[in-house]
Nanobody, 118 residues
Framework: QVQLVESGGGLVQPGGSLRLSCAAS????????MSWYRQAPGKKRELVAT???????NYADSVEGRFTISRDNAKNTVYLQMNSLKPEDTAVYYC????????????WGQGTQVTVSA
């Protein structure tokens, strides 16, 4: 069974940094586009950042310049480096794996809480 396991969440002060990790198992990781989403209380889940199979990246406007998504295909892991954190970044962060065009698969992790507060 496919598993995406997030880690690295926690409580941080405004202006601080956190690095989230998502370890994938039982997928051919290098062929999947990997994304981070987040969901704040009372709000819809929103896309934060995506890294394609090719390594190209895209970011939500709200995190551009502060967050960096990266992947290590040898470790089957995707990362989200979050700098200059703001209270409005508080949310549960979810890892997503989307399969290539020839394999329409879509998987989610269980989520990790990020709280930005003084």
């Amino acid at each position: 069974q496919v598993q995406l396991v997030e880690s690295g969440g926690g409580l941080v002060q405004p202006g601080g940094s956190l690095r989230l990790s998502c370890a994938a198992s039982r997928i051919t990781f290098s062929t999947y586009a990997m994304s981070w989403y987040r969901q704040a209380p009372g709000k819809k889940r929103e896309l934060v950042a995506t890294i394609a199979r090719t390594g190209s990246t895209n970011y939500a406007d709200s995190v551009e310049g502060r967050f960096t998504i990266s992947r290590d295909n040898a470790k089957n892991t995707v990362y989200l480096q979050m700098n200059s954190l703001k209270p409005e970044d508080t949310a549960v962060y979810y890892c997503n794996a989307r399969g290539p065009p020839w394999l329409p698969a879509n998987y989610w992790g269980q989520g990790t809480q990020v709280t930005v507060s003084a």
